[in-house]
């Protein structure tokens, strides 16, 4: 019989878990007696630095305030990233948060651009888009009147901390302990309790797995299944270690393509993050370690650390009376810094369809599939950086251009090769110029644009080209330095 939900625990406390415990506290703490279990000899994943513009709708919803989290996670601001070598050795473009051009009353604007360059007269497509150009020339500000698509860089252990301290302001309780059992109701194999190993038993009805990778919950307890995808994402592994900041930070990630796989350089105000990811198929731990060693600016401030993973995704995120959120549901890799996003969503969904009443299995299916659907997305969208690429020059990039990928990655690449057309499904993350920047910085040039742009006499199209790119200058002129603006910003809490 259901039972209703009064008691929720939250296993792990890492950014997944305390991100669950701050929304719920703040939001369902006066109906809910929430509680998180932690262990302070296992520790977090300690990586997951960099973010996207979505972070704001969560901080919104918590009611926190921007200084106030930047302040507190020695936090900078990203407008977006920077791929280097990735369409090929030695060519780079920026994959911005930005719109791209102006809403166009018919057909995107990367219509007008692709007639325009045909004719000579635009220059690179992010001189029309204001998040692209701030980045490059290294400005930003938060203005009254104008709001520029900006995520942070940040401190993941600050994070964590901060949102501990706001959840228990908010009336939540936190166990320290290692949770040495998992109990499951006989009858339904729902759970029952977190055993710790100094025998307490931490009972609830909803569990939310915020274990990691470990998947204590979700996975070793319910066996519920891993869909893997390394055939189409193969990097399973990753070094990190972060360095002093050896000059002001900029404001974008930088994501450097090496022959094995790829490297971060995530800014934050006074150290940098750095790290490797890479296919263990192709390059060794000691051979990945030197390579980053031998590719970082300024001194490492901690060890180098492996961290071994899979990509893929949980077959169901939530099943019987738990839910996995964060490295426990899955995991895409870390390029377009989607994770944290993913943490966000699964908790927001959560809220929606909660099962006050009990769990209810229309409320289940529901919630699995909206997340199967962002999931197949955004893998998507990260197996393009691989697949569309001019690079042969080592195993690991003739492998990733030569493999087979999802049908729906293919349509889109289809559609816009031959004729310049993207499209964004309902919610989907990322929107069309994304997709726009990344395809075609990844070196693919659509063949046709569409028809309607003829309709323009060229010196109109002129005068509409340089009206954008004129007003993106203007309002990009008139930004400080990024770093003078994080600094004052930060100060002014
Ligand atoms: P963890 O941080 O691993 O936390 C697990 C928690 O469970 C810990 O508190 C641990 O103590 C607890 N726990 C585990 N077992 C037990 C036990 N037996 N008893 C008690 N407690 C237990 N995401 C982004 O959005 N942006 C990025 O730039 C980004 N970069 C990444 C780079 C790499 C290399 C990797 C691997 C991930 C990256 N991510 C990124 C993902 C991001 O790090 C995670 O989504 C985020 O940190 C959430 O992790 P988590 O809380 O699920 O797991």
């Known amino acids: ?103 166009c009353w018919a057909c995107g604007f990367q219509h007008f651009w692709l007639k325009g360059k045909q004719q000579n007269m635009v220059s690179e497509i992010g001189d029309y888009c204001t998040e692209h150009l701030a980045a490059r020339q290294g400005r930003f500000a938060v203005l009254p009147n104008q709001d520029y698509n900006h995520a942070y860089h940040m401190d993941a252990s600050l994070y964590a901390k901060f949102l501990r301290k706001f959840a228990e302001q908010h009336g939540m309780t936190r166990i320290e302990g290692k949770i040495a059992d998992v109990l499951q109701h006989d009858d339904s194999g729902d759970i029952k309790a977190l055993k710790l190993e100094n025998g307490e038993l931490i009972e609830g009805d909803l569990f939310i797995d915020c274990t990691g990778f470990k998947a204590l919950l979700i996975e070793q307890t319910l066996n519920t299944g891993f869909e893997d995808w390394s055939h189409w994402l193969p990097c399973d592994s990753a070094i990190a270690v972060q360095t002093e900041a050896v000059q002001k930070p900029i404001p974008y990630t930088r994501s450097i393509a090496h022959q094995s796989g ?84 699964s908790i927001v969904r959560l809220l929606q369809l909660f099962p006050a009443h009990g769990v209810i299995q229309a409320d289940v299916d529901e919630f699995n599939q909206q997340t199967k659907i962002e999931m197949d997305n955004i893998r998507d969208f990260i197996i393009l950086h691989y697949k569309v ?38 919610n989907e993350l990322f929107g069309e110029s994304s997709w726009i920047q990344v395809m075609m910085g990844q070196g693919l040039i659509p063949k046709e644009y569409h028809p309607i742009v003829d309709l323009m006499e060229p010196a109109e199209l002129q005068s509409f080209l340089n009206n954008i790119k004129a007003t993106v200058k203007r309002k990009v002129d008139t930004l400080p330095a990024h770093h003078d603006f994080v600094q004052h910003y930060c100060k002014s809490t």
Not at 320 to 341: D, Y
């Open 262 to 345: 790829w490297q971060w350089r995530i800014p934050l105000q006074t150290r940098t993050g750095n790290g490797l990811v890479f296919c263990s198929k192709f390059i060794s731990d000691a051979d990945a370690t030197e390579l980053l060693l031998n590719n970082i600016e300024g001194q490492p401030i901690n060890q180098p650390r492996v961290i071994k993973f899979k990509t893929g995704t949980r077959r169901q995120h939530w099943n019987k009376n738990c839910v996995a959120v964060g490295l426990s549901a899955g995991f895409l890799e870390p390029l377009e810094s989607t994770s944290i996003h993913m943490i966000q969503r």
């Open 389 to 426: 690429t001019d690079r042969e020059d080592s195993r690991f990039w003739r492998y990733c251009k030569n493999m087979p990928i999802p049908a729906s990655l293919q349509h889109r690449i289809d559609m816009f090769s031959q004729s310049g057309k993207v499209y964004k499904y309902g």
């Open 1 to 103: 019989m259901n039972k209703s939900i009064k008691k929720v625990v939250i296993a792990g406390g890492g950014t997944a878990g305390w991100m669950a415990a701050a929304a719920f506290s703040k939001l369902m703490g006066k109906n809910l007696d929430i509680v998180l279990v932690e262990s302070d000899d296992i520790g977090t994943v300690g990586v997951g630095e960099a973010t996207i513009p979505t972070l704001h709708i969560f901080h919104r919803l918590l009611g926190l305030k921007e200084q106030d989290v930047m302040a507190a996670t020695n936090a900078t601001f990203k407008l977006g990233i920077q791929f280097e070598n990735w369409h090929d050795v030695n060519k780079d473009y920026l994959h911005s948060f930005g719109f791209l051009g102006k809403d």
